[in-house]
């Protein structure tokens, strides 16, 4: 599977801008861990996610996140929720401009996740008790996929490198599932599934980044680095007055302290 650096950086950067300016507009707009928006976007959009699945209780920044990571990918996003918060959740997605990539679904999400099948990227939030069940609905794609289990506070815990889901069981034994907890502050697990021969492949190419297929766990390791070094930083946007055009600059958190 190719890997896009360009969409990752382009989802991140706009990810932090349409968070910015909710919560400018709305006066809130708490995540529990700061970067984790950013993250998750940059990662559904760097691997192209044609099908995103996300579970959510409530209004979520992470709802923008992947939203936009639709629209750089060139796919849509499914966002399973409750009845109360769907009018406020579709009002926020189309102040933010991507009204067109996200389906809105209510109901409960275990009768609802098995309507999708090969799922590219999802992402559940584990604050309801119901998570392991949803975890193991999840019809992942088995050629390559990405779990992120959220909001794992309390000695709750994810899938551990363990894929139980109904869209791998036939091929379970070519695959390779890796799962990384706390990729960004904590509170969250990240796991990659893809098929065992690709990595061969991309071994036997030389393990550089011009040859053979992708690898989860390195785009994974510069993904990270990318979002600690960027909450380091201090993010500016300019608007130019006659052309319209947004510029967007990253100051070091040293230079930051001294403007």
């Known amino acids: 599977m190719d890997w896009s650096a360009t969409s990752a ?3 991140y950067l706009d990810t932090l801008k349409l ?3 909710h919560k400018r507009r709305c006066g809130s707009w708490m995540s529990r861990e700061p970067g984790s928006n950013e993250f998750i976007s940059a990662i559904a959009a760097g691997m192209k996610a044609k099908l995103i699945v996300e579970v959510t209780y409530g209004l979520s920044p992470s709802t923008v996140a992947l939203a936009t990571a639709a629209r750089h990918s060139g796919g849509r996003l499914v966002c399973i929720l409750p009845e109360p918060v769907l009018a406020e959740a579709k009002k926020v997605i189309k102040d933010s401009g991507l009204k067109d990539l996200v389906e809105f679904r209510t109901g409960d999400p275990c009768q609802l996740l098995p309507d999708y099948e090969n799922i590219d990227f ?5 604050k309801n008790d119901e998570y392991t069940r949803l975890l193991k609905l999840i019809d ?3 050629t390559r996929s990405v779990v992120v289990a959220n909001n794992l506070v309390g000695g709750k815990k994810g899938l551990g490198g363990q894929i139980i889901s109904r869209g791998v069981m036939k091929d379970k034994d070519e695959l390779v599932v ?3 907890k706390h990729p960004v502050g904590k509170g969250m697990e990240v796991t990659m599934i893809g098929k065992s021969n690709a990595i061969v492949k991309r071994n036997r190419a030389g393990g550089g980044r011009g040859g053979g297929e ?7 390791r510069g993904s990270t ?3 600690k070094n960027a909450a380091k930083s201090r993010w500016i946007v300019k608007v130019d007055q006659v052309s319209g055009e947004e510029h967007i600059y990253r100051l070091p958190k040293r230079q930051s302290l001294l403007n």
């Open 214 to 220: 992708f690898d989860f766990s390195s785009e994974m």
């Open 225 to 227: 680095a990318m979002i």
């Open 122 to 126: 999802s992402l559940v939030d584990c």
């Open 178 to 180: 890796r799962s990384t």
């Open 140 to 142: 992942v794609n088995p």
């Open 9 to 11: 950086t382009k989802a």
């Open 19 to 21: 968070c910015g300016d």
